[in-house]
């Protein structure tokens, strides 16, 4: 069983940045960050494949922030440039054996870590 904790989250201005991270109890393949605003569905926002070479982002995100991971530290990371207030919500991690735009395809998840972005 891998256990997911995500840091990072907090207040911030529009424009501002944010470096989220995931940081992993064990290894990890797939893994990606999810959000959820209130009163809305859980969304895809970004995944990385095991060896870093493939990434893939959700359009709204795309250009602003970008996914990575180290595995020697069992970590990704999601650094989030140009926040706007439609980027306020919980953002959660999560991995998996295969890379997916689908939440169902993740086995593991973490806890979560609010983002607010103030106008």
């Known amino acids: 069983q891998v256990q997911l904790v995500e840091s990072g989250g907090g207040l911030v201005q529009a424009g501002g940045s944010l470096r989220l991270s995931c940081a992993a109890s064990g290894r990890t393949f797939s893994s990606c960050w999810f959000r959820q605003a209130p009163g809305k569905e859980r969304e895809f926002v970004a995944a990385i494949s095991w060896s870093g070479g493939s990434t893939y982002y959700a359009d709204s995100v795309k250009g602003r922030f970008t996914i990575s991971r180290d595995n020697a530290k069992n970590t990704v990371y999601l650094q989030m440039n140009s926040l706007e207030p439609e980027d306020t919500a919980v953002y959660y991690c999560?991995?998996?054996?295969?890379?997916?735009?689908?939440?169902?395809?993740?086995?593991?998840w973490g806890q979560g870590t609010q983002v607010t972005v103030s106008s």
């Open positions: 999560a991995a998996g054996w295969g890379i997916s735009k689908e939440s169902y395809e993740y086995d593991y």
